[in-house]
């Protein structure tokens, strides 16, 4: 009996420091449409730190903001910007297509990838990343809808492990230093 809670005692602690070791379960495999048209997954960025953000284009305020954030900080990051990806990731794939997102993201950085995909496909790598979102239709606006959508910033490791969250307001010198922190 005392060997058996010993045991279990020993099987919690390994639980518990695996658990500890790889932080939330945030991240995860994905297969995506980027901007090009061309499919993509979790492996196409592997060896890159990512920047995933969430969001749309029709987004009036919080997205434009963020993805300007982001932006800078891929330009305060000067030649460590190579090791860094930053991806923009629809969920509103119903208006964002391929080349929607492509004329979008260019406004704010030619480095920045911009993902869509089937419902699904958005469904799936959103619930990956804890990301809330729903439709929210505004019938006397020209959008018709927009979407209401949780909106941190998720660094991801070169391994694809989850690394740290920042706010959605971060300062581009926040996010830069973020990510200096674990190159
Ligand atoms: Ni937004």
């Given amino acids: 009996m005392r060997i058996l809670t010993l045991l279990f005692s020993l099987w919690l602690a390994a639980g518990s420091a695996a658990a500890a070791a790889d932080g939330p379960q945030i991240g995860g495999p994905f297969t995506m449409t ?3 048209g061309e499919g993509v997954t979790e492996q196409s960025y592997q060896g890159k730190y990512l920047l995933v953000f969430f969001g749309f284009t029709h987004c009036p305020a919080v997205c434009p903001t963020s993805l300007l954030s982001i932006a800078h900080a891929l330009d305060a990051l000067g030649g460590d910007a190579d090791k860094v990806q930053a991806v923009f990731v629809t969920v509103d794939p119903a208006r964002d297509t391929p080349e929607v997102l492509a ?3 260019a406004n704010f950085h030619p480095d920045i990838v911009a993902l869509t995909g089937s419902d699904a496909q958005v469904e ?3 619930q990956a990343y804890r990301v809330y979102y729903a439709r929210v ?3 006397d606006s020209e959008a018709g809808y927009l979407m ?3 909106a941190a910033i998720y660094l991801m490791g070169p ?3 989850y ?3 920042l706010r959605h307001n971060a300062e581009p010198g926040d996010i830069a230093g973020a990510v200096r922190e674990y190159f």
Avoid: E, N, Q, W
Wanted: net charge negative.
């Fill in 163 to 165: 690394l740290t969250m």
């Fill in 34 to 36: 980027d901007m090009h």
């Fill in 148 to 150: 209401d959508h949780s």
């Fill in 159 to 161: 391994d694809g492990r």
């Fill in 124 to 126: 799936a790598i959103a």
């Fill in 137 to 139: 239709d505004v019938p």
């Fill in 103 to 105: 004329k979008y993201v």
